[in-house]
């Protein structure tokens, strides 16, 4: 069981771009959370997919949205990127009608800097 | 809302006990994570409690008061391996799997 798999594990971006990271959730998980951990902090909570819908939404601006396929893998796109969005982003899945938490899987996560 | 204060870092010696503090407060609470993340890596489930008491799994322990908006993290015969953050995140009734991460607590162990 390859576990959560993220890509790409480091990138670099410059202010205005557009960025796209990729999340494979674990194995029989079907439920995918992203949260942005700036250097120093705890992660932040950005949103959940679940069935291919957005389903809870934390305090992110709408240039941070996402989408869920059929395969229940997951993607986080980003537009007109800032300084500040420079973070490690996490990834987060699970089984939905499951105790989340106990059974919540964390993949390494993506690097970004924006320059 | 919610917010999550645990402390910054401490410093222990190999072998001993340290204890991490988080408080919390919340509307609606429902259950408490801590979370172990090596720099770099991602975070890893350690515990969790969602009724007041201990829960003991080896070498850590974890323990929460729902009155007092408390909870802590024991760490047992530190070993150089458990240099970490150690994450307190909380979960609210209104949120089901959306977890409010306190910053981290850094552990450094000395031999």
């Known amino acids: 069981d390859a576990g959560v798999t993220q890509s790409p594990t480091h990138l670099i971006k410059t202010r205005g771009q557009q960025v796209t990271l990729r999340c494979s959730p674990k194995?029989?998980?079907?439920?995918v959370s992203w949260y942005q951990q700036a250097l120093g902090q705890g992660p932040q909570f950005i949103f959940q997919?679940?069935?291919?819908?957005?389903?809870q939404r934390g305090n992110f601006p709408d240039r941070f949205s996402g989408h869920q396929f059929p395969n229940y893998s997951s993607e986080l796109n980003v537009n007109a990127l800032l300084l500040g969005d420079s973070a490690l982003y996490l990834c987060a899945s699970s089984v939905m009608d499951r105790e989340w938490g106990t059974e919540a899987f964390f993949g390494q996560g993506t690097r970004l800097t924006v320059v | 809302g919610q917010n999550i204060d645990q402390p910054t870092e401490m410093t222990a010696t190999e072998g001993a006990i340290v204890q991490i503090n988080c408080t919390y407060q919340t509307s609606g609470f429902n259950g408490l994570f801590w979370y172990q993340q090596h720099a770099g890596e991602a975070p890893t489930f350690l515990s969790y409690n969602v009724l007041d008491g201990l829960e003991e799994k080896g070498r850590f322990s974890s323990f929460l008061s729902r009155s007092k908006g408390y909870s802590y993290l024991l760490l047992k015969e530190l070993q150089m391996k458990d240099s970490a953050s150690y994450l307190c995140a909380v979960r609210s009734t209104d949120s089901w799997g959306k977890l409010q991460f306190g910053a981290g607590t850094q552990v450094v162990v000395t031999p």
């Open positions: 194995s029989g998980h079907d439920t």
């Open positions: 997919y679940y069935e291919e819908e957005e389903r």
